[in-house]
């Protein structure tokens, strides 16, 4: 049964730094490709970053240069490291994982996890 668990969520001000774990389970986790996906209250959720099961990345307009998605095949764990956080970037977290990236970037992965909140104040 495939899993997916978010970590590392919380609360913190403008400008400051959280890194997001998901780790999983139950699947060939090498061969997946994975992203992180958000949802802000009244807002539809939208794609955050994406990494391929070779590694390469892509990333939403409104966090380049700031996240920094990667992934970590001997612990099977995905991460998103986001710096600079804005009160804009306030939402819930989710990672999913699919074989096929035009799912991942479709937002119609097959598995995807609970979430993790992340809250910044300005």
């Known amino acids: 049964q495939v899993q997916l668990v978010e970590s590392g969520g919380g609360s913190v001000q403008a400008g400051g730094s959280l890194r997001l774990s998901c780790a999983a389970s139950?699947?060939?986790?090498?061969?997946?490709?994975m992203g992180w996906f958000r949802q802000a209250p009244g807002k539809e959720r939208e794609g955050v970053a994406a990494i391929d099961s070779d590694g390469s990345t892509s990333y939403a307009d409104s966090v380049k240069g700031r996240f920094t998605i990667s992934k970590d095949n001997a612990k099977n764990t995905l991460y998103l490291q986001m710096n600079s956080l804005k009160p804009e970037d306030t939402a819930m977290y989710y990672c999913?994982?699919?074989?096929?990236?035009?799912?991942?970037?479709?937002?119609?992965?097959?598995?995807w996890g609970q979430g993790t909140q992340v809250t910044v104040s300005s």
């Open positions: 999913a994982a699919d074989r096929r990236m035009t799912a991942i970037l479709d937002l119609r992965a097959n598995y």
């Open positions: 139950g699947y060939t986790y090498s061969s997946y490709c």
